[in-house]
């Protein structure tokens, strides 16, 4: 059953053993039908599962629903392990559901983010550059609340992935899935 194309999709791992740990997240290239895929796959019988689809929490209330609209969905199939992963790997890396809007409002707060996750990410190799979109008062900004991490390699950028995927960092749990070096450069988030 095909709801459209994926923008991203992350299977959760276990960075011990590598096994899903039973869910996952995905995007919608078409925001619009995320409410369609979530009403068609919630409670499908799946083997002798059956699937919990919903969209992801962000971790922060707030009335916007253009935000909500970006929101992730997150499938999870208690006990069943799928083979999948964050897309074809590159040297950038895309974290998710790490941090919202208003936590990026804050300049000192934002600094704080954007070295936590300098420090975190240089555990796994050289982070040549990370680009956090900020929100601007009355505009749209394209891939606010995502952060994209440039990496020396696409060797080390797999093992940012690898790690990161799952972990939880201001009590929500991360989404990563690999971006198009291209678009990155361009600035197109």
Same mark, same amino acid.
């Given at each position: 059953?095909?709801?459209?194309?994926?923008?991203? +999709?992350?299977?959760?791992?276990?960075?011990?053993?590598?096994?899903?740990?039973?869910?996952?997240?995905?995007?919608?290239?078409?925001?619009?039908?995320?409410? %369609?895929? &979530?009403?068609?796959? @919630?409670?499908?019988?799946?083997?002798?599962?059956?699937?919990?689809?919903?969209?992801?929490?962000?971790?922060?209330?707030?009335?916007?629903?253009?935000?909500?609209?970006?929101?992730?969905?997150?499938? %999870?199939?208690?006990?069943?392990?799928?083979?999948?992963?964050?897309?074809?790997?590159?040297?950038?890396?895309?974290?998710? @559901?790490?941090?919202?809007?208003?936590?990026?409002?804050?300049?000192?707060?934002?600094?704080? &983010?954007?070295?936590? &996750?300098?420090?975190?990410?240089?555990?796994?190799?050289?982070?040549?550059?990370?680009?956090?979109?900020?929100?601007?008062?009355?505009?749209? #900004?394209?891939?606010?609340?995502? #952060?994209?991490?440039? +990496?020396?390699? &696409?060797?080390?950028?797999?093992?940012?992935?690898?790690?990161?995927?799952? $972990?939880?960092?201001? @009590? $929500?749990? #991360?989404?990563?899935?690999?971006?198009?070096?291209?678009?990155?450069?361009?600035?197109?988030?």
């Amino acid at each position: 059953m095909s709801f459209g194309q994926l923008k991203a +999709f992350n299977l959760v791992k276990d960075s011990a053993t590598g096994l899903s740990k039973g869910y996952a997240f995905c995007e919608y290239a078409d925001v619009s039908i995320t409410d %369609q895929a &979530i009403a068609g796959l @919630n409670g499908m019988q799946l083997g002798d599962k059956k699937l919990i689809v919903q969209r992801a929490s962000v971790g922060a209330k707030n009335n916007q629903m253009n935000l909500q609209a970006q929101v992730p969905v997150q499938i %999870q199939v208690p006990g069943l392990n799928l083979a999948a992963g964050a897309g074809p790997a590159t040297e950038i890396l895309c974290l998710m @559901n790490m941090v919202t809007p208003d936590e990026l409002r804050d300049e000192e707060e934002y600094e704080d &983010i954007l070295e936590d &996750i300098k420090e975190e990410c240089n555990k796994y190799g050289v982070v040549r550059s990370v680009e956090i979109p900020r929100p601007i008062e009355g505009v749209e #900004v394209p891939g606010c609340g995502k #952060v994209f991490v440039e +990496f020396n390699s &696409i060797i080390d950028c797999q093992k940012a992935q690898q790690n990161l995927a799952g $972990r939880k960092f201001a @009590n $929500r749990v #991360v989404v990563t899935s690999y971006y198009d070096p291209d678009r990155y450069h361009r600035r197109e988030f």
